[in-house]
């Protein structure tokens, strides 16, 4: 598999004169289309990528799956994220692609706050679909960024750079969240469809030999990526999928204690924990008193 270890590696494999920035560079695609190559094996980037490709249709394999390009949209990969393996690679060429390496943010409180948007670990089915107003921001934003790499670069760019980075990310949190509210109907029935796999989960007592579920076990059965599922269910509901899981594992040991006999210490294990104490703290937490205190509210 291709590694691109720096932005000369990608203007290299695209057919592009090197970046006249070592560690940033934007692309116009518009501009360079009739010159640009598409690599068609896959291939891992060392830097960040951010990406519009407009409605222009085609393919483009992204991690394990394809990314359909009908709808267009805006993309963000990470750094160690598989790309590559068009397919009509011609037809997905992007507006604007802009390459950020990691180095470019050494110095700069973006260093660290670039990993905690959740966005640069979406699936490629859970692009950035920008309405028109939205896209111009974002176009906006990218030809400051192109203006300011292609005017003679000085002491002062870098920074001019990084603000407009960071106004980057702060308009595509806002939008992603415009997204997951408009969205409702998908929203609506993932919701539904977390109950029934929460609920089928403990009511199988797959927890007894699986242990609790895990983040990654829901994204993995609802087909998308564990950062998507907990952003849009903190959108929706104000919990995140983590607390999604510990309520409908409370709910579920309040009704054995309450309709059974069964020792506390046997629920624990039923519901997936290794040891009971883990279980009874979790419990005490949630509901401000202990496993026993709760049963015995219903006896007496």
Known sequence: MLRFN???????????????????????????????LQPTDQHVLSFYKVSYKPKLGGKIKYGQGYYDFDEGGLLFASPGQVIGGTENEDSVCSEYTLLIHPDFFLGFSLAKKISQYGFFSYATNETLHLSESEKNTIMAIFKIMEEELNSRLDDVSHDVLISQIELLMNYANRFYKRQFITRKIVS?????????????????ELALNKGIPTVQYLADNLHMSASYLSDMLRELTGQNAQ???????????????????????EIAYIL????????????KI??????LDFRRSFTA
């Open 6 to 36: 720096t932005l000369s590696d990608a203007h290299r494999a695209l057919g592009l004169p090197l970046p006249k920035h070592p560690l940033i560079s934007m692309i116009n695609g518009s501009s360079v289309r009739s010159e640009l």
């Open 188 to 204: 609506h029935d993932l919701l539904q469809r977390l109950e029934e796999l929460l609920t089928g989960y403990f009511n199988n």
């Open 243 to 265: 607390q999604h899981i510990h309520d409908k594992l409370i709910e579920t040991a309040k009704e054995k204690l309450s309709t059974t006999t069964l020792p506390v210490s």
């Open 272 to 283: 997936g924990f290794q040891h009971p104490q883990s279980f009874s703290k979790l419990f």
């Open 286 to 291: 949630k509901t401000n008193l202990s496993p």
